[in-house]
C-alpha cells in the first residue's frame, strides 16, 4: 500500500511539473482542470456602423430628440437608460450621429445631469 501511495504522489509530482512547464512555455493546450472547447478566449464586441450619416428612414429631427431626452432626464433616468429608450421605442439608432453630441453632454447643457457620476452612483 505504502508503495502505491508514492507512485500516485511521484506521478502526481511530474505531471504537476509537466502542467507548469507547458504554461511557462505558453503552449495553446494545456493541462488544466477545466475543459475547454476552443483554445482562444473569443472577441465578442459590438460594431457601430461605419457610416456616420442619420439614416433616411429616420423621421424625428434633433430637436425633437432633445426635448425627449430632457423629458426622459426629468423622469429620474440615467443616460444609458435614455439611449435604451429612444433607440428600442423611438428607432433612434445614434443619439451621436442625430443631434452631434452625446447625451450627457446635452443634459450638462441644460443642467439636467447629476452631480455625482452614474458609475460611482451604482457603487
Given amino acids: 500500500v505504502a508503495c502505491l501511495i508514492s507512485l500516485f504522489c511521484c506521478s502526481f509530482a511530474v505531471l504537476g511539473k509537466q502542467w507548469y512547464q507547458r504554461r511557462v512555455r505558453g503552449a495553446k493546450k494545456d493541462l488544466a482542470m477545466v475543459r475547454m472547447h476552443t483554445p482562444g478566449k473569443g472577441i465578442a464586441q459590438s460594431a457601430l456602423p461605419y457610416k456616420r450619416s442619420v439614416p433616411t428612414w429616420q423621421k424625428l429631427t434633433a430637436d425633437e430628440v432633445k426635448e425627449t431626452i ?29 443631434t452631434g453630441t452625446k447625451i450627457l453632454r446635452i443634459l450638462r447643457a441644460k443642467c439636467l445631469a447629476s452631480i455625482i457620476p452614474v458609475d460611482l452612483y451604482h457603487l
Fill in 70 to 98: 430632457y423629458k426622459l432626464s426629468k423622469k429620474g433616468l440615467t443616460p444609458s437608460q435614455i439611449g435604451v429608450i429612444l433607440r428600442d421605442s423611438h428607432g433612434v439608432n445614434q443619439i451621436k450621429h442625430l
